[in-house]
């Protein structure tokens, strides 16, 4: 039996950061109740699928802000129509001021075994700017909460490259992190997104990004930082303490199936990439006339499936398998691509070992440029 994830989609905001473009809204939830009525019904609209559930990952918005009960309730659901695997990670998103010990101890009572914490800067001016709604001090109750009751696998999310951001910023907050003991911790580079509102901010000149060079200088910080901590680098954003790597994103980058379930999500399964519909209000719609709800559904072709299973593999420290990529596209890598991963490899760019050619340390920086041409 196939072994999938499952992506569940709750696009509740208390209030909208300013860098943010994902599908999540502020000031709607009183339409939670009639989208979580939804959702229910779109997870009972698989329930013939013959397969296993080893992750499964609650993102948003933020589904810390869901009415008590939904959480648990989803899972339930999920549980009722698929044969969730006694060892399956359940990862939950947390934003720290809206975490509560009864909404902690609903989770790890469902089952839920991870929990991914929104803290993106420990700097106060910096959190005010990204429109953030928690203190540093939040943050430190909330890991100390989710950890009291016995969630111990913990992810912390942290932004680079933040308009008047500076290298010590960036150290305090991984110390802060590091000292509180969590097992995972993300590391993202601040991508601007059009018409958000940093990216007007930035536009009109209130407020100005660091340039290229100082963000790998802070990149360059977090790596070493982290890794002196006992954390390892296992994809180019991530970094984790041994056996604490995120389950579900990992199959995600090596293209394992998984469904997206809530107003937005998406999914990958039987080679076919689907999108649902973005809005609540759609959403709710379409699932009220047991339609449904996918906007777009696209058949990868053996080219696309083959230029992600790069472009994803070569994140991550594992890199691609040689023989692998000879077995399911018909690519014998090493000879096709041979004058350009010798070239890469003097550089000291790529490695190969044990049958996989991955990136180094020192090929991160180049990496979009290492992944293209090893696709064309």
Same mark, same amino acid.
């Given at each position: 039996? @196939?072994?999938?994830?499952?992506?569940?989609?709750?696009?509740?905001?208390? $209030? $909208?950061?300013?860098?943010?473009?994902? /599908?999540?809204?502020?000031? +709607?939830?009183?339409?939670?109740?009639?989208?979580?009525?939804?959702?229910?019904?779109?997870?009972?609209?698989? !329930?013939?699928? $013959?397969?296993?559930?080893?992750?499964?990952?609650?993102?948003?918005?933020?589904?810390?802000? &869901?009415? @008590?009960?939904?959480?648990?309730?989803?899972?339930?659901?999920?549980?009722? /129509?698929?044969?969730? *695997?006694?060892?399956?990670?359940? %990862? =939950?998103?947390?934003?720290?001021?809206?975490?509560?010990?009864? #909404?902690?101890?609903?989770?790890?009572?469902?089952?839920?075994?991870?929990?991914?914490?929104?803290?993106?800067?420990?700097?106060? /001016?910096?959190? !005010?700017?990204?429109?953030?709604?928690? %203190?540093?001090?939040?943050?430190?109750?909330?890991? +100390?909460?989710?950890?009291?009751?016995?969630?111990?696998?913990?992810?912390? @999310?942290?932004?680079?490259?933040?308009?008047?951001?500076?290298?010590?910023?960036?150290?305090?907050?991984?110390?802060?992190?590091?000292? *509180?003991?969590?097992?995972?911790?993300?590391?993202?580079?601040?991508?601007?997104?059009?018409?958000?509102?940093?990216?007007?901010?930035?536009?009109?000149?209130?407020? !100005?990004?660091?340039?290229?060079?100082?963000?790998?200088?802070?990149?360059?910080?977090?790596?070493?930082?982290?890794?002196? $901590?006992?954390?390892?680098?296992?994809?180019?954003?991530?970094?984790?303490?041994?056996?604490?790597?995120?389950?579900?994103?990992?199959?995600?980058?090596?293209?394992?199936?998984?469904?997206?379930?809530?107003?937005?999500?998406?999914?990958?399964?039987?080679?076919?990439?689907?999108?649902?519909?973005?809005?609540?209000?759609?959403?709710?719609?379409?699932?009220? =006339?047991?339609?449904?709800?996918?906007?777009?559904?696209?058949?990868?072709?053996?080219?696309? &499936?083959?230029?992600?299973?790069? &472009? *994803?593999?070569?994140?991550? #420290?594992?890199?691609?398998? =040689? !023989?692998?990529?000879?077995?399911?596209?018909?690519?014998?890598?090493?000879? +096709?691509?041979?004058?350009?991963?010798?070239?890469?490899?003097?550089?000291?760019?790529?490695?190969?070992?044990?049958?996989?050619?991955?990136?180094? @340390?020192?090929?991160?920086?180049?990496?979009?440029?290492?992944?293209?041409?090893?696709?064309?």
């Amino acid at each position: 039996m @196939d072994k999938i994830g499952i992506y569940v989609h709750f696009p509740f905001c208390v $209030k $909208k950061c300013n860098y943010c473009n994902f /599908n999540s809204y502020a000031n +709607k939830n009183d339409m939670q109740l009639k989208y979580f009525q939804a959702l229910l019904s779109e997870i009972a609209m698989y !329930k013939n699928e $013959k397969v296993e559930v080893d992750t499964i990952f609650i993102g948003g918005g933020t589904p810390s802000v &869901m009415f @008590d009960g939904a959480v648990s309730t989803v899972i339930s659901e999920i549980r009722k /129509n698929f044969k969730v *695997l006694e060892s399956a990670e359940i %990862t =939950i998103e947390a934003n720290p001021n809206s975490i509560t010990k009864t #909404k902690i101890q609903e989770w790890k009572e469902c089952g839920v075994n991870r929990v991914s914490i929104g803290l993106q800067s420990a700097n106060a /001016n910096t959190l !005010k700017l990204l429109g953030r709604t928690h %203190t540093r001090q939040d943050y430190i109750q909330a890991i +100390k909460d989710v950890q009291s009751a016995g969630i111990h696998n913990v992810n912390t @999310d942290c932004l680079i490259g933040l308009p008047r951001q500076k290298l010590s910023d960036v150290r305090r907050m991984l110390g802060l992190v590091t000292k *509180l003991d969590c097992s995972h911790i993300s590391v993202y580079s601040l991508i601007l997104e059009e018409d958000t509102p940093l990216f007007h901010m930035v536009n009109s000149r209130q407020v !100005k990004l660091p340039k290229e060079e100082k963000v790998l200088g802070m990149y360059n910080f977090a790596n070493k930082f982290l890794n002196e $901590k006992g954390f390892v680098r296992y994809e180019v954003s991530n970094f984790s303490k041994d056996g604490f790597e995120c389950k579900h994103n990992l199959n995600t980058w090596k293209m394992h199936s998984y469904l997206g379930f809530g107003a937005g999500a998406h999914g990958f399964f039987n080679n076919k990439r689907y999108s649902n519909v973005e809005t609540i209000e759609d959403y709710i719609r379409i699932i009220n =006339i047991s339609q449904k709800p996918i906007k777009e559904t696209e058949k990868l072709t053996k080219t696309q &499936m083959y230029e992600e299973f790069v &472009m *994803l593999g070569l994140r991550t #420290k594992f890199g691609i398998n =040689i !023989k692998h990529i000879q077995e399911i596209f018909g690519i014998d890598i090493l000879k +096709k691509y041979a004058e350009k991963i010798t070239y890469f490899k003097k550089l000291g760019f790529v490695d190969i070992e044990n049958g996989n050619l991955f990136v180094t @340390d020192e090929g991160m920086p180049v990496l979009n440029k290492i992944i293209l041409e090893l696709v064309t």
